[in-house]
């Protein structure tokens, strides 16, 4: 259902239907996607013009029925009745079908089910190519007559002994697939959880590129990346808002963030900028309109063959790159410094809705990933200080730099969680006095950093809490996510192991969704990562209490107040690093629920920390 509401949200864009084509990439190759997308198909001629007639926004059903319809704007209730209607009912074959797991009776042996033979595993399957919609059909209407946008499903082959070269392969056989069939001048990019949130956007894109003056420069226009499930209390710190408001509209160009992303094919396609470069948008007249769908379907299958990238530039110079796993970010770089220009749009209306992980583990598996696809950028030939030098402005660079260099900062933060605090513990002063002047520049440092971050935060809308919790799970990311990304990207390097494309789960179940719901922490599993976090937790904490004690006893003992201005400032980033890590003390200790963390783990990481505890360090 995720999936087809982002389709029929991107079927309904405010945007004449026969200009455009949506094209499905199913790298699981299922025949359950098949057949929702068969649904799909069903219920869109009457969604778009419904849509089109009332003015609809979101144009995700799902999201639509769900904002309450019946109090907004224009509508008309039978009609809303009725789609709803037909919606849930659609809604219900789906997951009845699904809950089968099978295709059975009629619908196997329909036109297109055939394909889906008991041999072929995802994984080892031969390409599937369906045109669901054909746009060049007059019979392929709504409703009330008007055509459709056509409407296509693409499983690429498969074979283990090919690299498939995840996300960015899936895309580049769209990119094929699509010239064979459509050819539009332009493409949207969607992940399968990001539905439309608003029908203008393909206009306004457009806008951009038709400029008269500049839109031949242009590459392409990104929207930011919005989620919809993120709670006010914001447990995981997301920072996507400072992110999209604050740092995109200052990087100067657009950074690629592989998803809500309107791209100009030929520079998507490898083209470099040249001043005399203007678009002659005539390629739909290329196309045999006589051709059967049949013979069009087969030709697209064979350039979704294991074979057909063997030495072509496809995922070096051609479409999305490979070998990185954030294809995005590499893949904007290397089209800015063939010359292009991109723009960052952030409209009032957020364009495009996503899912945001709400477990621990998957949200620190997905900065992993990114920090390592981004810190390997930074290490290889397209960094952006030499690949970029002379193409892109250094401030463009720098920004860069600002997200290349995630996994190293792992390093200091380590280090900042684990010395001062063991020293504090052996009574063994790190900072200035606090009554020294030497102070200041540590004082500056803290003070500017953070109350400049807590403007940020609440200039954007945040909330204090929220704004701590970002704070928290800086520290957290940087200890766990970036310091595996670290020791991943350096392993590469030495020229061990390879990296892959971990997906971010989409579907939690419902208990631990009412958890992320009410605010807590989601662990539940063992992992290195929160093996990490846990052992750093009760290490701060015996170092606080340790340490505290020691201060005190001194005092105690009439040494003076010279211990406490000198052990202040250790005491302090104790204190906090502790008061971050309560969920951690929560997981461990006080929850008895399927979230917490595993006893087993809460032993090796004491076990772990008595171990740091004992290192001499004079
Ligand atoms: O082998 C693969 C792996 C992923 N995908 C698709 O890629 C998209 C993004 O995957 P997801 O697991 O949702 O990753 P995220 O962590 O949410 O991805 C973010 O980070 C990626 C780069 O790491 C970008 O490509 C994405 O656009 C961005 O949303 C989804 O539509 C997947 O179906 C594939 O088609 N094939
Ligand atoms: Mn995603």
Request: charged content about 15%; some cysteine.
């Amino acid at each position: 259902m995720l999936v087809i509401n982002t389709v029929l949200s991107v079927m309904a864009y405010d945007y004449p239907p026969e200009k455009l084509s949506v094209y499905v990439s199913d790298d699981g190759r299922s025949n359950l996607t098949f057949y929702a997308l068969v649904e799909a198909a069903s219920f869109s001629k009457h969604w778009i013009p419904y849509c089109k007639k009332f003015k609809v926004e979101p144009r995700s059903p799902a999201a639509y029925l769900s904002s309450g319809p019946e109090s907004v704007g224009t509508f008309d209730s039978a009609a809303l009745l009725a789609i709803k209607k037909l919606y849930k009912e659609m809604e219900n074959r789906v997951e009845g079908t699904t809950k089968l797991g099978t295709i059975s009776g009629d619908l196997a042996t329909q036109e297109g089910f055939s394909q889906w033979d008991s041999q072929a595993t995802s994984g080892n399957n031969q390409a599937i190519v369906k045109i669901l919609i054909d746009g060049r059909d007059s019979n392929a209407v709504d409703i009330e007559g008007t055509v459709l946008p056509t409407l296509v499903y693409v499983a690429r082959e498969k074979r283990p002994q090919y690299p498939n070269n995840f996300k960015a392969g899936a895309m580049n056989a769209l990119i094929r697939v699509s010239s064979e069939i459509s050819n539009a001048p332009f493409i949207l990019n969607v992940d399968c959880d990001m539905y439309s949130n608003s029908s203008d956007s393909v206009r306004d894109a457009l806008c951009f590129f038709m400029d008269e003056e500049s839109g031949h420069e242009i590459s392409y226009v990104q929207y930011p990346q919005n989620f919809r499930n993120l709670l006010r209390s914001n447990i995981y710190g997301d920072y996507i808002k400072i992110i999209n408001e604050v740092e995109f509209p200052g990087f100067g160009e657009a950074m690629f963030v592989g998803t809500g992303c309107f791209h100009r094919r030929e520079s998507l396609c490898g083209r470099k900028y040249s001043k005399s470069y203007k678009e002659h948008y005539q390629y739909r007249s290329e196309r045999n309109p006589q051709e059967s769908a049949v013979v069009l379907e087969e030709r697209a299958k064979s350039l979704v063959s294991c074979t057909y990238e063997n030495n072509t530039g496809w995922g070096k110079d051609m479409g999305m790159m490979y070998g990185c796993p954030v294809e995005d970010a590499i893949t904007g770089l290397s089209i800015q410094c063939k010359g292009w220009k991109s723009i960052y749009f952030n409209p009032p209306m957020e364009a495009f809705l996503g899912i945001s992980p709400t477990a621990l583990g998957q949200f620190l598996v997905q900065h992993k990933r990114w920090s390592e696809g981004l810190f390997k950028i930074f290490l290889s030939k397209y960094c952006p200080f030499l690949y970029g030098h002379g193409k892109i402005k250094l401030k463009v660079q720098m920004a860069y730099a600002l997200y290349l260099l995630w996994a190293p900062l792992s390093l200091p933060m380590l280090y900042y969680v684990v010395v001062p605090s063991l020293c504090l513990l052996k009574g063994i002063p790190l900072f200035p006095k606090i009554s020294s002047s030497w102070i200041l520049p540590f004082a500056y440092v803290v003070a500017a950093t953070q109350s400049y971050s807590l403007g940020e935060c609440l200039w954007c809308g945040e909330t204090l809490g929220s704004w701590w919790n970002m704070q928290r799970m800086r520290v957290m990311r940087r200890t766990t996510s970036y310091l595996f990304g670290l020791v991943d990207t350096v392993l590469q390097q030495l020229g061990f192991g390879s990296s892959g494309f971990v997906i971010t789960a989409k579907v939690t179940d419902d208990e631990s969704l009412q958890r992320y719901a009410a605010g807590s922490m989601e662990f539940g599993s063992s992992s290195p990562m929160f093996t990490i976090l846990a052992t750093v937790a009760l290490l701060n904490l015996v170092c606080f209490v340790g340490g505290v004690a020691g201060v005190v006893a001194v005092v105690g003992g009439g040494a003076g107040g010279g211990m406490v201005s000198q052990m202040a400032l250790q005491v302090l980033l104790c204190g906090l690093l502790v008061f971050g890590s309560i969920p951690s003390y929560q997981g461990l200790f006080f929850r008895k629920d399927k979230g917490a963390l595993p006893t087993a783990l809460a032993v090796q990481a004491a076990f772990l920390a008595a171990l740091a505890c004992l290192v001499p360090l004079r």
